[in-house]
C-alpha cells in the first residue's frame, strides 16, 4: 500500500513542484521599470512595440521553463512596459489569456532588439 502511494504522490509532488518553481521564476515582483527587468531576469528572449489606446508600449517575452520542469505554458510569460519604461502590466500565459492578446494584439507589433532597449533606457550591458 505504501509503495503504491509513494508511486502516485512523488509525481504529483514533482508536478506541483514544477508549477509552483516556474510560477515563482516569472513572477515580475519587484520589478518597477525596464531596468528592473533586466536586473531580476537579464535578456528577455524578444521585444517588440506594441499599440495600446494609441500608446506605444514594449512587450518584453520572458523565458518558458527549464527543460526538468514538468510546468507547460503555451507560450512564454509577457510583461509591456509603457514609452517611458514603467512596467504596466504582464501575462503569464499570453497564449491561454484572449483577453491579454485582445488589448495588445500581434497584428500591430513591430520588434526591437535588446541592446536598442538598453540603450533606449541608459542601462549598461552586463
Given at each position: ?40 531576469f537579464g ?48 501575462c503569464p ?24 532597449v538598453r ?8
Amino acid at each position: 500500500m505504501v509503495g503504491w502511494s509513494v508511486m502516485v504522490f512523488l509525481p504529483l509532488a514533482y508536478l506541483i513542484g514544477s508549477e509552483v518553481f516556474y510560477a515563482r521564476s516569472i513572477s515580475p515582483e519587484g520589478v518597477r521599470d525596464v531596468a528592473g527587468y533586466f536586473q531580476r531576469f537579464g535578456e528577455p528572449r524578444s521585444v517588440r512595440l506594441v499599440e495600446r489606446d494609441g500608446q506605444t508600449h514594449y512587450e518584453f517575452s520572458g523565458r518558458l521553463p527549464a527543460r526538468l520542469t514538468l510546468a507547460m505554458p503555451s507560450a512564454p510569460p509577457a510583461y509591456v512596459f509603457d514609452a517611458q519604461g514603467r512596467f504596466v502590466e504582464w501575462c503569464p500565459d499570453p497564449g491561454d489569456t484572449p483577453s491579454y492578446r485582445s488589448r495588445y494584439p500581434l497584428g500591430v507589433t513591430g520588434k526591437v532588439d535588446a541592446p536598442e532597449v538598453r540603450r533606449r533606457f541608459g542601462i549598461r550591458p552586463e
